[in-house]
């Protein structure tokens, strides 16, 4: 059981928008920052979004993150097929004194 | 450009120590947290913990009795031990540089770890 929350699976069609939703709590979401990681499995896993908004170099803008309280979301647009992989949020927790992951989302492109 | 490769025994005795080395290239050891993330298999990401370029460290705390972290600068190189290893500890092993506790900008292609007998 995870600490953060996030739906197992999603899937759109390319071209299409997805949302992918993370949940968490007081101690975690809702006082620090919220990470993603795209994770190809075999692969290494790639920083997608730092605290809660920011895109490293090199990400594409098709790609956007957002918090609000305890919550935060990864919304991918103009969907391709290369998104297909999974997708982990992250965060600092204050009362483990530790990072937590999402469970992660396996995102599917029909 | 920054890389990180882990390196270390592919299978480990239960009861025993895990150990693996995270060798680094193409970047300073200064004032970043030098991680280890886990995943077994067909399970997410699980972070293990860090030790800050000063010394410091910080570890899960399902893990914190068995698990150690250290650095060596001189070789640019970081490393895990886990005690008591068991089948549970069975994953692939990720090591990654933090600007901060999860803000983990670089990672090696994870290596894979067996606990059996």
């Known amino acids: 059981q995870s600490v953060l929350t996030q739906p197992p699976s999603a899937s759109g069609t390319p071209g299409q928008r997805v949302t992918i939703s993370c949940s968490g709590s007081?101690?975690?979401?809702?006082?620090?920052?919220v990470y993603w990681y795209q994770h190809l499995p075999g692969t290494a896993p790639k920083l997608l979004i730092y605290?809660?908004?920011q895109r490293p170099s090199g990400v594409p803008d098709r790609f956007s993150g957002s918090k609000s309280g305890t919550s935060a979301s990864l919304a991918i647009s103009g969907l391709r097929s290369e998104d297909e992989t999974d997708y982990y949020c992250?965060?600092?927790?204050?009362?483990?004194?530790?990072?937590?992951f999402g469970g992660g989302t396996k995102l599917t492109v029909l | 450009q920054v890389q990180l490769q882990e390196s270390g025994p592919g299978l480990a005795k239960p009861s025993e120590t895990l150990s693996l080395t995270c060798s680094v290239s193409?970047?300073?050891?200064?004032?970043?947290?030098w991680s280890w993330i886990r995943q077994p298999p067909g399970k997410g990401l699980v972070w293990i913990g860090y030790?800050?370029?000063?010394?410091?460290?910080n570890y899960n705390p399902s893990l914190k009795s068995r698990v150690t972290i250290s650095v060596d600068t001189s070789k640019n190189q970081f490393s895990l031990k886990l005690s008591s290893v068991t089948a549970a500890d069975t994953a692939v092993y990720y090591c990654?540089?933090?600007?901060?506790?999860?803000?983990?900008?670089?990672w090696g292609q994870g290596t894979l770890v067996t606990v059996s007998s």
């Open positions: 990654a540089r933090g600007n901060s506790g999860i803000y983990l900008d670089y």
């Open positions: 193409g970047g300073s050891f200064s004032s970043y947290y």
């Open positions: 030790m800050y370029y000063s010394g410091s460290t």
């Open positions: 007081s101690s975690n979401i809702g006082s620090n920052y």
């Open positions: 605290r809660n908004d």
């Open positions: 992250a965060a600092w927790d204050d009362s483990l004194n530790g990072a937590v």
